[in-house]
């Protein structure tokens, strides 16, 4: 057994290079070359842009058109669609429309590239799933790229369309997300205006039924003109028993009409006096209130006015922060398979196992250097 080892050690060491370099390489190009099944790419391009309030300067062609249009680049927007279509949420999604797990096991799919699980965790299906399909953002035209991989070109293509229509819907959901929390503030706003602006008409209803005046304001201007005139015809009442009394004895019986109507004026007056200057329900009580009502309504009316115009500064402000998916290139339909490249991965293996066996070999001669 030993000598066995040491010959096996012998050989291993004379025929290090064919061992560790040409036999891998020999064993990746006959599966590349022999059983590796043909993989067929989609490639769809898209945008994510939003509204633009201004002019500005833009990234290439695509960017300036796009701004030329009333749009303006959302990075963080892409960025965040980027990472939802390599996302749990997006393959479970894309598993209610399509029958994922079928497309990644076809019949022509080989051993090794293909799904090995008939019924995949969520995790082992997500980990497949980013090796058949990415997203990449490129800041500087700020274009989006999807590829799909599969072993049948209708499949990829089918699969891309659907992830396309995914991000459609999650900027749907994005936009109308902003928009329920700016305008949610205003709406409340506007609503509690309504909500006092009708409890305080409806206090000036039962104020004008319990009182029985439409507007007291208007009844006492009309008190103080009718005890105007009362106080005018009092004076003329008094003028008039004045010039009887300098002709006439004092128990005149002429002048007993003239007393008894200068009585009933002053009686008349001093009644319309107190009745609007009563502190409890006089007519100034009545103008009191209603005036603190009316004042009560136009701070109302001014707030809901005021609510409703930042109500529809945050309609304008949701406008302008709606943000929008653009495609680019629509998924297309492969005519040959891309994958898997046979002779490019071939030569890669083979060039980085040599780099590798180099620098092994000098660092074991350079310890066996410096152990001699």
């Known amino acids: 057994m030993p000598g066995l080892l040491a010959r096996a050690r012998r050989v291993l060491q004379r025929n290090a290079f064919k061992v560790t370099v040409l036999l891998p390489t020999l064993l990746a190009a006959l599966y590349l070359f022999g059983f590796a099944a043909s993989q067929y790419e989609a490639e769809a391009r898209f945008l994510v842009r939003g509204r633009s309030s201004g002019g500005g300067g833009g990234a290439g062609a695509l960017a300036e058109m796009a701004q030329g249009a009333g749009f303006k680049p959302a990075s963080e927007d892409a960025m965040g669609v980027r990472d939802y279509l390599q996302s749990h949420d997006a393959v479970a999604a894309l598993r209610q429309r399509l029958p994922v797990v079928e497309i990644f096991r076809r019949p022509e799919a080989d051993a090794l590239a293909r799904l090995w699980w008939s019924d ?86 039962r ?77 100034s009580q009545q103008v009191g209130e209603f005036e603190r009502l009316s004042v009560e309504r136009e701070l109302a009316l001014s707030q809901l006015a005021s609510a409703n115009a930042s109500l529809e500064r945050a309609r304008a ?56």
């Open 207 to 283: 104020f004008r039924e319990r009182e029985r005046a439409v507007d007291p304001t208007r009844s006492a201007g009309l008190a103080l003109e009718n005890i105007g005139r009362l106080e005018g015809a009092l004076a003329q009442a008094r003028a008039d028993l004045a010039e009887a009394q300098r002709f006439s004895r004092p128990d005149n019986p002429a002048l007993l009409p003239l007393r008894n109507k200068v009585a009933a004026l002053t009686a008349q007056v001093t009644e319309e006096r107190h009745r609007l200057g009563n502190t409890q329900d006089g007519v």
């Open 120 to 205: 995949p965790t969520a995790e082992r299906l997500l980990d497949y799933f980013r090796r058949m399909a990415n997203a990449e953002y490129d800041t500087t035209s700020g274009i989006t790229t999807l590829r799909v991989r599969s072993f049948r070109s209708e499949d990829s293509r089918l699969v891309a369309q659907h992830l396309l229509a995914l991000s459609e819907e999650l900027v749907n959901r994005l936009n109308l997300r902003m928009q329920e929390d700016g305008l949610r503030v205003a709406r409340e706003d506007v609503g509690r205006a309504e909500a006092r602006l009708k409890a305080i008409q409806l206090e000036i209803g």
């Open 317 to 372: 402000d949701a406008q302008r922060q709606q943000i929008f998916l653009l495609r680019v290139v629509e998924p297309n339909l492969a005519e040959y398979a891309r994958y898997p490249k046979a002779t490019l991965t071939t030569l890669y293996i083979f060039i980085c196992l040599a780099v590798l066996y180099g620098l092994a070999w000098l660092l074991i001669a350079g310890m066996r250097e410096h152990a001699s």
